[in-house]
C-alpha cells in the first residue's frame, strides 16, 4: 500500500492522495462484504458508512460497483422473491421498501409474482392442513397476501374438490 500510493516519504497527505487511499480501503471493504454474500445497493452503503464513515467516498464506491455490475438490486429482489416463495405481496413489498430498492424495480418484481398467488395460497392452505378456518386465513394473511387472493383460493380449492 505504501509503494502504491508512494507514502515512504510523505510526512502529510495532499487531499488527492487521502481521497485516494480512503477509496480503495472502502473499495477493499466492499469487495471482502460482497465475496459473502449479495447486498442491495442502499444495503452495503449503509454498513459502508457505518464501519468507515466517508459518505461522499462510500458513494462514490457503491456508484462504481453499480456500474461494473457487481450490484444489481434487481437481481438481488428476484432471487429474494423466489427465495422467500411464500410471502405475499405486501409483504415482500414491505421488506424491499424497508432495504431501499426503487419502487420501479419493486413493482416490476411483484408483477411477475402476482400470477403465481393464488397457486401460493392453495399451497399454504393445504400445508396448514385440519386448522380451523380463522386460523388458516390469519396465518396468509401475516404472510402479506391479499384477503381477496384468499378468497379466490379457497373458492378453487372447493370448486377442485367437487
Given at each position: 500500500m505504501f509503494s502504491k500510493f508512494d507514502l515512504k516519504d510523505k510526512t502529510e497527505l495532499d487531499n488527492e492522495t487521502f481521497y485516494s487511499l480512503i477509496y480503495f480501503r472502502i473499495k477493499l471493504s466492499a469487495y471482502n462484504m460482497l465475496a459473502k454474500?449479495?447486498?442491495?445497493?442502499?444495503?452495503?452503503?449503509?454498513?459502508l458508512i457505518e464501519k468507515i464513515g466517508f459518505t461522499d467516498i462510500v458513494e462514490d464506491v457503491v456508484e462504481?460497483?453499480?456500474?461494473?455490475?457487481?450490484l444489481d438490486d434487481?437481481?438481488?429482489?428476484?432471487?429474494?422473491?423466489k427465495q422467500?416463495?411464500?410471502?405475499?405481496a405486501?409483504?415482500?413489498?414491505?421488506?424491499?421498501?424497508?432495504?431501499?430498492?426503487d419502487r420501479?424495480?419493486?413493482?416490476?418484481?411483484?408483477e411477475?409474482?402476482?400470477?403465481?398467488?393464488?397457486?401460493k395460497i392453495k399451497q399454504l392452505w393445504i400445508?396448514?392442513?385440519?386448522?380451523?378456518?380463522?386460523?388458516?386465513?390469519?396465518s396468509i394473511l401475516r404472510k402479506g397476501f391479499l384477503y381477496g387472493d384468499i378468497k379466490k383460493a379457497i373458492s378453487s380449492l372447493e370448486e377442485e374438490e367437487e
Open positions: 454474500r449479495d447486498y442491495f445497493k442502499k444495503e452495503l452503503k449503509n454498513k462504481d460497483f453499480e456500474e461494473k455490475g457487481y434487481y437481481d438481488k429482489a428476484k432471487s429474494y422473491a422467500h416463495s411464500n410471502y405475499g405486501k409483504k415482500l413489498s414491505f421488506i424491499f421498501y424497508q432495504m431501499g430498492v420501479e424495480i419493486v413493482s416490476e418484481i411483484l411477475d409474482e402476482k400470477d403465481n398467488q393464488i397457486e400445508k396448514l392442513g385440519n386448522k380451523e378456518y380463522k386460523k388458516k386465513v390469519e
